[in-house]
């Protein structure tokens, strides 16, 4: 129907609007593309493209209330139409899924959120307890991490509206479940700190009280009773960290969170930005921040910000480096190649975990337990991997029997004399961690080949024996070479690898672009630059690409998260039985993205209804390309494009049929 390709149409003109951070007009094309589509097809109010385009729109009126000056009428308006028309989809879906259904509490969330800022805080107090009722079900449970956010956010909106009392029930509810349980102690502290401010406004408020039963009746009004016993300075710190789910919505934090800090002490609070989307913020790292923000928690030292980390490895410490995470310590020389040294980290990431989350979650459900022979086999080259660490003797998914040890087929080591189930570094296990998270179905093959100190000092280790080894039909026969590594030169050893496993042995592989920044010298590394090869790049949960990337030029590039990304370390040479480290960069990128390819070949080869004629073609490099584009979230179409697993199968039904169209239309496309 034309009208049909008119409202498409307009979306896709939305979209560039969008992309351009032209949000009026961006929100005029998905105004008038909601009303062709309903002049359309009048009597589907829940089709998956008029909800599509209703949220996009209310993203629009959620950034331009972002952009709005604090005092500006609009700013408030703006959020209130944002509000209504998310309230519009909410209904609708509550038709069509489960009243458990993740995709609902997601929604419901970000409405909670929303209302929170514009001072509804019962509306947000409603939201929030229909979802934790559902939360504390035997599905997800009191001690899952989900349930304890909300939980605590329940809280929040109760002491805004001055039940401190309930409030504090919640919070000594939380901490029980989380001492019962063995949380760590440093988690558990912070919410004995939140019980600690909540006792204290208690307090406030019974001296207030007495204070007043002192003073004749005539002396004070009756609006001062029915004031919330939060202080007001408060109130505003606990509102700021309450952020609209957008991209641009981050600046507002940051410049909200310096402003807050001041306030506190000059500690610098993280914001918790949450991503452009209705996606949940699950961790007690999101309940770290509120409580920091809102001064409740106090730490040692001034943790270092992003912005900090890139000012300092740009001040001439990096100039002849080009390892694959930012780090505030000299980059190490190319010549021998090198994989990331990242002492330190910018902290753990709210959002970050959020995104990872969302595959755990909307992604697998769609997944069913592989059999044997249908798995993906992925190859990582990396430092190795502490197989003893107890993150691997964990379950590998919900629904399976299979430890995540299990799931790891062979280590072998290229290096002499040392072993490829153990890693001296770290980075590999962090790394492999990743590809298991992301992709449980798969097959994973550890090749350790970078040396203790993160250098790669026999580029033949990595070419001529772990990628031949990799890819040989006779040995791994992988799909999928994670390689988050790189040279300023160009080993030929490697580049004779290479060409061989990605146009004789049709292998993906999938390499870091390095972390130089766009005013490097040779920019992206090697093989992240070679032509069969995938370059991924660094995002934030937002899609916002990192100053550490090279220039990206490249039209094949990809980026996906790789901020403040958080997973198990090796053991080696600490006392720590369960390391965990924070980490960013593109290397940090490269497993998420191989993992993202792998849940794009499961998708297609589990599928029946994909099966499809000529599907053998979408195996080239440009094919691949394109099915992980199809993972980009709406508004995102400049390219590297940003992959998000979880774009895909949001929409259940709805999804499944768009997919499998839009594949058709990458082979027909490929043919022509």
């Given at each position: ?16 609007f969008?992309?351009?951070k ?5 929100l005029?094309?998905y105004t ?6 309903v ?17 996009g729109a ?19 308006s ?23 259904d993740?995709?609902?509490?997601i929604?419901?969330?970000?409405l909670?959120?929303?209302n ?6 019962e509306?947000a ?12 079900c035997?599905?997800?449970g009191?001690e899952?991490?989900w ?5 605590y956010r329940v809280g929040?909106e ?18 029980s ?5 063995g949380f760590?102690?440093?988690q558990q ?7 600690h401010g ?8 019974v001296?207030?009280e ?15 009773d ?15 960290t ?5 991209a ?8 909200r969170s ?5 306030r ?10 949450l991503?452009?989307g209705?996606?949940?913020c ?6 770290f921040?509120?409580?920091w923000t ?9 943790p ?5 980390e890139?000012k300092s490895?740009?001040?001439?410490t990096?100039s ?32 970050s975990e959020?995104?990872l ?7 697998h ?11 993906i ?17 964990e379950?590998?998914?919900?629904g399976?029997?299979?430890?995540r040890r299990?799931?790891?087929n ?5 290096l ?8 001296a570094?770290?980075h ?8 298991l998270?992301l992709?449980?179905n798969?097959k994973?093959y ?7 100190d993160?250098?790669i ?35 030929e ?5 290479i060409k061989?496993a ?11 672009a390095?972390?130089?920044?766009p005013?490097d010298d040779y ?21 916002e ?6 220039s ?5 590039g990809?980026?996906?998260?790789g901020?403040n990304v ?5 053991r080696?040479g ?14 940090i ?7 993202s390819?792998a ?5 297609i080869y589990q ?8 599907l ?17 979230p709406?508004h ?5 494009y940003?992959?998000k ?5 949001r929409?259940k039904?709805y ?18």
């Amino acid at each position: 129907m034309e009208g049909h390709h008119d409202y498409e149409h307009l979306a896709w003109v939305a979209e560039e609007f969008w992309a351009r951070k032209n949000y009026k007009s961006a929100l005029a094309c998905y105004t008038i593309a909601c009303l062709a589509f309903v002049k359309i097809y009048p009597d589907r109010s829940a089709d998956t493209d008029l909800l599509g385009l209703k949220d996009g729109a209310a993203r629009c009126f959620e950034h331009l209330s972002d952009l709005s000056d604090p005092t500006d009428v609009s700013k408030f308006s703006n959020l209130k139409e944002c509000i209504k028309l998310d309230f519009e989809v909410l209904k609708e879906k509550e038709k069509i899924l489960d009243s458990n259904d993740e995709e609902l509490l997601i929604l419901r969330e970000t409405l909670a959120e929303n209302n929170a800022q514009i001072g509804n805080h019962e509306a947000a107090l409603s939201l929030l307890r229909t979802n934790l009722k559902i939360l504390e079900c035997k599905e997800y449970g009191l001690e899952d991490e989900w349930t304890l956010q909300t939980r605590y956010r329940v809280g929040v909106e109760l002491s805004l509206l001055g039940e401190n009392q309930q409030a504090l029930i919640l919070l000594e509810k939380t901490l029980s479940v989380m001492t019962t349980n063995g949380f760590p102690q440093e988690q558990q502290e912070i919410v004995r700190e939140a019980i600690h401010g909540a006792q204290e406004f208690i307090e406030k408020t019974v001296a207030n009280e007495a204070r007043n039963n002192a003073i004749p009746s005539n002396q004070y009004s009756r609006t001062a009773d029915l004031k919330p016993c939060t202080p007001p300075e408060h109130q505003k710190l606990i509102l700021g960290t309450f952020q609209s789910t957008s991209a641009t919505s981050n600046e507002t934090a940051v410049a909200r969170s310096k402003e807050n800090s001041q306030r506190l002490g000059n500690n610098e609070p993280q914001s918790i930005p949450l991503g452009l989307g209705p996606f949940r913020c699950n961790t007690l790292g999101a309940l770290f921040n509120i409580l920091w923000t809102v001064g409740v928690v106090s730490l040692v030292g001034k943790p270092q910000t992003l912005a900090d980390e890139i000012k300092s490895s740009t001040d001439g410490t990096r100039s002849r480096a080009s390892s694959c995470s930012p780090s505030i310590r000299p980059f190490i020389q190319l010549e021998k190649g090198a994989i990331c040294h990242n002492e330190d980290g910018n902290g753990q990431d709210a959002s970050s975990e959020k995104w990872l989350r969302e595959v755990d979650t909307v992604v697998h459900s769609w997944m069913p337990l592989s059999k044997v022979n249908d798995k993906i086999r992925i190859a990582i080259l990396d430092t190795g991997i502490d197989l003893g660490h107890p993150y691997f003797e964990e379950r590998i998914r919900t629904g399976s029997t299979q430890s995540r040890r299990e799931s790891i087929n062979e280590c072998k080591s290229f290096l002499r004399g040392k072993r490829g189930d153990e890693d001296a570094h770290g980075h590999g296990t962090h790394a492999a961690s990743l590809l298991l998270r992301l992709a449980p179905n798969a097959k994973v093959y550890v090749a350790r080949v970078v040396d203790d100190d993160g250098e790669i000092s026999n580029p033949d280790a990595v070419a001529e024996e772990a990628i031949n080894y990799a890819s040989d039909p006779e040995y791994w026969n992988v799909h999928i070479i994670s390689m988050s590594l790189g040279w300023k030169n160009i080993p030929e050893s490697v580049e004779r690898a290479i060409k061989k496993a990605t146009m004789t042995r049709e292998v993906f592989i999938f390499a870091a672009a390095s972390n130089n920044g766009p005013t490097d010298d040779y920019s992206v590394t090697y093989p992240a630059r070679a032509m069969m090869v995938f370059p991924v790049f660094a995002a934030s949960s937002q899609g916002e690409l990192q100053r550490f990337n090279p220039s990206h030029e490249h039209k094949k590039g990809l980026s996906t998260l790789g901020v403040n990304v958080t997973g198990p370390w090796t053991r080696h040479g600490t006392d720590e039985k369960s390391p965990t480290r924070c980490r960013s960069g593109t290397s940090i990128a490269t497993p998420i993205m191989a993992a993202s390819a792998a849940l794009a070949l499961q998708y297609i080869y589990q599928k029946p209804p994909l099966k499809i004629e000529g599907l053998d073609r979408l195996k080239g490099i440009d094919g691949m390309v394109e099915l992980l584009s199809l993972m980009k979230p709406p508004h995102f179409n400049e390219t590297p494009y940003f992959v998000k697993p979880g774009v895909w199968l949001r929409e259940k039904e709805y999804a499944r049929k768009k997919v499998e169209e839009k594949i058709q239309h990458i082979w027909y496309g490929q043919i022509q």
